[in-house]
């Protein structure tokens, strides 16, 4: 993958934004951190990654929102905590990029055509929605609004998984959907 390195002003900043993600019980650290690398260096993503985790650290801090929110970095990340268990300050790396997921899917700043963080958008909706997920209407919702074309290729093996009953067209809902809406909701007025 190409990377593409863009000289950063002063202007590009948000400010404020660094303090309001230190602000979210267990960012904190985020604070204390000293560029040491040593998150970059045991990420297994970090070579994909168009800012490494040492660099998503550091915009974070330094506002720089756009720049965090739009980067494939938050995407990319696979939760692994290698980076979190090494950190030699103890910052909560992983967590600190589960907050910026959070934020770039409240505020639509992810990169275009990307398909991670629709995925994440459509799964939590429909878990709001019915309180189960079908995975043939997720599937074809993330394919439109991805890469409709896509879906055409991939027909034969949804067929597939349709017959091994694997995929089904049928969706489901629980019932008292009501009551999982309601903690759900009550978790969301907590974060703000
Ligand atoms: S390992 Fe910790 S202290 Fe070092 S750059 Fe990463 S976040 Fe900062
Ligand atoms: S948790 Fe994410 S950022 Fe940290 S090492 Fe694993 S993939 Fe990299």
């Known amino acids: 993958m190409e990377i593409t390195r863009t000289i950063k002003y002063e202007a590009d900043r948000v400010k404020g934004f660094g303090r309001e993600v230190m602000s979210v019980p267990g960012c904190e650290q ?55 268990t090494e950190c030699p300050r103890e910052i909560r ?35 709001y929605k019915n309180g189960r997920v079908a995975e043939l209407p997720l599937v074809m919702k993330l394919f439109l609004k991805t890469n409709p074309l896509a879906a055409m290729g991939n027909w034969r093996m949804g067929m597939d998984l349709m017959r091994t009953g694997r995929f089904t067209l049928a969706s489901e809902r629980i019932e008292a959907r009501e009551d999982l809406q309601k903690m759900l909701d ?4 907590k974060q703000g």
């Open 30 to 84: 985020l604070e204390s951190c000293i560029q040491c690398g040593t998150c970059s260096g045991v990420c297994p993503m970090s070579i994909y990654m168009e800012y490494t985790p040492r660099q998503i650290m550091e915009l974070t801090r330094s506002d720089f929102k756009k720049e965090v929110l739009t980067s494939n970095t938050i995407w990319l990340c696979v939760s692994c905590y290698a980076c979190t």
């Open 186 to 189: 009550a978790i969301d007025a």
């Open 93 to 127: 790396i992983t967590d600190i990029i589960y907050e910026l997921k959070q934020r770039a899917i409240k505020e639509h700043q992810y990169p275009r055509g990307f398909p991670i963080p629709v995925l994440a958008q459509e799964f939590s909706q429909m878990v």
